[in-house]
T-cell receptor, first 113, second 114 residues
């Protein structure tokens, strides 16, 4: 593993189903983030975690939940997917200090039908 | 309410010329600004940043200018190369908290023509 990995790469999901997007990092960064990217809206923060054991809500948290059991993993769960959650999802990390850039994973393309 | 705005969805430039990408923000509390570059089917990659205590930061062909009074920043790429063709996002963060949460603009698609 080098950097940030996300799985799956893409997924088509029926509405109402539960889905967990996985994110794993090997950079030992304290902070992790989940964004969604939608055309015309840029990247919007869903949830974040300052350090293992803590999480916080971002700009668009409704319909999503996260957990941070350890430093490396930060899964994003859609409890009951809806079509408006069709998007490209990016996981990101940073050292967690102020004014640090964030590093992004390759993304997961999710389609909810 | 879009706190970070990139009003040009796309920009086309000839190879060798200067590319200027613009970004405006509304929150005067933002004190750190970043530019990211994104190729299709890849995650965004960090390009360059600037703190609000500066008005210019340069890294090779890339220069970011910050005008705090106008709440405006711009990214200059000179000379532009075909490999620079990508979507460029500006982002801003505000002080406070253990993690700098970024607010992103909507992106500008740059096409550099050979």
């Amino acid at each position: 593993i080098a950097g940030i990995t996300q799985a799956p790469t893409s997924q088509i999901l029926a509405a109402g189903r539960r889905m967990t997007l996985r994110c794993t990092q090997d950079m030992r960064h304290n902070a992790m983030y989940w964004y969604r990217q939608d055309l015309g809206l840029g990247l919007r923060l869903i949830h974040y975690s300052n350090t293992a054991g803590t999480t916080g809500k971002g700009e668009v948290p409704d319909g999503y939940s996260v957990s941070r059991a350890n430093t490396d993993d930060f899964p994003l769960t859609l409890a009951s997917a809806v079509p408006s959650q069709t998007s490209v999802y990016f996981c990101a990390t940073s050292r967690g200090n102020l004014n640090n850039e964030q590093f992004f994973g390759p993304g997961t393309r999710l389609t909810v039908l | 309410d879009q706190q970070v705005k990139q009003n040009s969805p796309s920009l086309s430039v000839q190879e060798g010329r200067i590319s200027i990408l613009n970004c405006d923000y509304t929150n005067s509390m933002f004190d750190y600004f970043l530019w990211y570059k994104k190729y299709p089917a890849e995650g965004p990659t960090f390009l360059i940043s600037i703190s609000s205590i500066k008005d210019k930061n340069e890294d090779g062909r890339f220069t970011v200018f910050l005008n705090k009074s106008a709440k405006h920043l711009s990214l200059h790429i000179v000379p532009s190369q075909p490999g620079d063709s990508a979507v460029y996002f500006c982002a801003a963060s505000a002080p406070g908290g253990a993690t700098n949460k970024l607010i992103f603009g909507t992106g500008t698609l740059l096409a550099v023509q050979p």
